[in-house]
């Protein structure tokens, strides 16, 4: 395949994800991704799942202790999981946008109902491709999922280009026992069936991110029923 279908194919993935993430996607991970009982169960357990990964990553910046003076990128926010809490905590700053509108609205109405009307909260429409600026950490939580492996790739490329210092991101990855199940799921599609996801190696994603002067630091994988994550921490450690 030409360089030039390439991206063809993956601006039409995006227009697609964009669309669906305005409308059905919306309507459904919003409540997904709250503490509704409009859920069935397996939209519970990825609810569950999605938590373990949000905790995790909250724990870690705790841990850290890089958090107050620190300006943060989440990119792909969806409706706020992890801004609003970071807000909460004490975050220098944070930019969080999603390529839907109805999701970056509704974190912000969100942040509202919160009380956390504070300028260093900042919730925008944007493709995390055409993100810029330079912050001390980036994350990316549970969005490369809807773009398969060469894509996933550049978004991190881009995302390292935004790092000064510390990129946590999580992705499906790719297991052979994930393979199958996904191969059932394709042969008999569930009702709940909507966008297509996308399963990562893992070494593509560590190399992309190696390649951009960046190493791994941690990892965690956060499981349950219907949900299967890898969280990946990295840090700068030389400029290319
Ligand atoms: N990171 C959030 C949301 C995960 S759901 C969280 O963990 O709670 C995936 C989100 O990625 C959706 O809100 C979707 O609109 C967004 N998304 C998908 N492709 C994107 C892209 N290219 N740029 C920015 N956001 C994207």
Redesign the pocket.
């Known amino acids: 395949m030409s360089p030039e279908s390439l991206l063809d194919d993956t601006q039409a993935e ?1 227009q697609e ?2 669309g669906y ?1 305005e409308t059905t ?1 919306f309507e459904r ?1 919003n409540r997904i ?1 709250s503490d509704t009982d409009d859920v069935n169960k397996v939209q519970r357990n990825i609810r569950i799942g ?1 938590q373990k ?2 905790d995790e990553v909250l724990s870690w910046i705790k841990q850290s202790g890089e958090l107050r003076d620190v300006s943060f990128c ?9 801004s609003l809490p970071l807000a909460e905590m004490g975050a220098g700053s944070i930019d969080a ?4 509108e109805a ?1 970056a609205q509704e974190a912000q109405r969100r942040a509202e109902e919160a009380g956390l009307t504070m300028s260093k909260l900042h919730f925008f429409a ?4 055409s993100l810029r600026g330079s912050f001390h950490t980036v ?5 490369f ?3 398969p492996q060469p894509a996933a790739e550049e ?1 991190v490329r881009h995302l390292c280009s935004l790092t000064e210092q510390r990129l946590i991101v ?1 992705f499906a990855p790719y297991t052979p026992l994930l393979a199958l199940l996904k191969g059932i799921g394709q042969l008999f599609p569930g009702p709940s069936k909507t966008t297509r996801a996308y399963t990562l190696k893992e070494t593509g994603i560590v190399q992309a991110a190696e390649r951009c002067g960046f190493e791994l630091v941690r990892r965690s994988l956060n499981k349950a029923p219907f949900y299967f994550s890898r969280l990946i921490e990295f840090r700068k450690y030389r400029t290319c």
């Open positions: 995006k994800v964009k993430f996607g991970w991704y999605h990964t949000v989440d990119a792909g926010c969806g409706v706020g999981s992890l946008s999603d390529i839907s999701m944007s493709d995390l491709e994350c990316c939580l549970d969005v999922i809807h773009y978004m999580s």
